[in-house]
């Protein structure tokens, strides 16, 4: 081999091996940030069952209670494999797009009906901005997974009193969607690392929540995957704006301009 070759080579051969480090590196962490969020709720579980077999004698309320602590850490459990499974096929590309024009509007009027029993408990407000229907293409069930996600993170890291609005602006080709809130915000340090899987900057404020941490990721997934970006500008104390676009969509035949 001439000694070009030979540099080449080696070059290559060194890119590789980066490439393999880093495969490697993002394996371990994956594994180890999966250990050990699903730590805590295996081991409540076993601690109220263990605690039910070693006292029979356990009073009913108190047995009822120690079964819908239970409960509750599985449902925590059974949330996070959803989202695991979730993230698992975004990354590996296998999310199919059922593209469909559908009203935005509509969907985030429905989103917020089912956040408002959570938001009432953290007294927000939810708002649409939105007069009439506002149309977009995409995958109906993701695009609900992305506003959900967005709306309970909007409530999660509020201030009591607090105020979210999803608003609609209408760009040349796309929409933009934007999800504000007047919540704790985000710091600046924190801000680029926001959309990477299991990074939240208040971890206890996060899984007191039931956060599990992939939120975000799952919504940048999804959202590039429609070849389309999100998104966040936000101030540490003021609040943050979280914003994505849509391909604009046909309104169904028949139905007024
Ligand atoms: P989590 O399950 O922790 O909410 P996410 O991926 O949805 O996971 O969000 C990642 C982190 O980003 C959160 O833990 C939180 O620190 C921060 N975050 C997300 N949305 C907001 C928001 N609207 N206001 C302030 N911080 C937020």
């Not at 959309?195 to 939120?215: A, H, P, Q, T």
Request: proline share 3%.
């Amino acid at each position: 081999m001439a000694n070009v070759d030979v540099m080449d080579w080696a070059k290559g051969k060194i890119e590789e091996i980066k490439t393999l480090r880093e495969n490697e590196t993002f394996r371990r962490e994956f594994a180890g940030n999966l250990a050990h969020e699903l730590k805590t709720p295996v081991f409540n579980i076993q601690g109220y069952i263990d605690t039910l077999i070693e006292n029979e004698n356990l009073d009913r309320e108190t047995a009822r209670s120690f079964l819908l602590k239970a409960a509750r850490n599985t449902e925590r459990m059974a949330e996070l494999i959803k989202d695991l499974d979730l993230i698992s096929r975004a990354e590996a590309g296998s999310l199919n797009l059922r593209l469909q024009s559908f009203d935005i509007a509509e969907l985030t009027r429905r989103t917020i009906e089912l956040s408002e029993p959570q938001a009432v408990k953290a007294d927000v407000a939810l708002e649409v901005n939105a007069d009439g229907s506002v149309y977009v293409e995409g995958d109906y069930l993701q695009i609900e997974q992305v506003l959900t996600n967005l709306i309970q993170n909007s409530i999660t890291y509020s201030k009591p009193g607090g105020k979210t609005t999803v608003s609609f602006f209408d760009l040349d080709e796309n929409i933009l969607i934007e999800v504000a809130d007047n919540g704790i915000g985000i710091s600046r340090e924190h801000l680029p690392r926001i959309f990477e899987r299991f990074y939240r900057v208040d971890k206890s404020r996060s899984r007191n929540e039931g956060g599990s941490g992939l939120g975000l990721a799952i919504c940048k997934h999804i959202i590039e995957g429609h070849g389309q970006s999100i998104q966040v500008q936000s101030k540490e104390g003021q609040g943050s704006v979280f914003s994505f676009t849509l391909r604009k969509g046909q309104p169904p035949r028949g139905s007024a301009p």
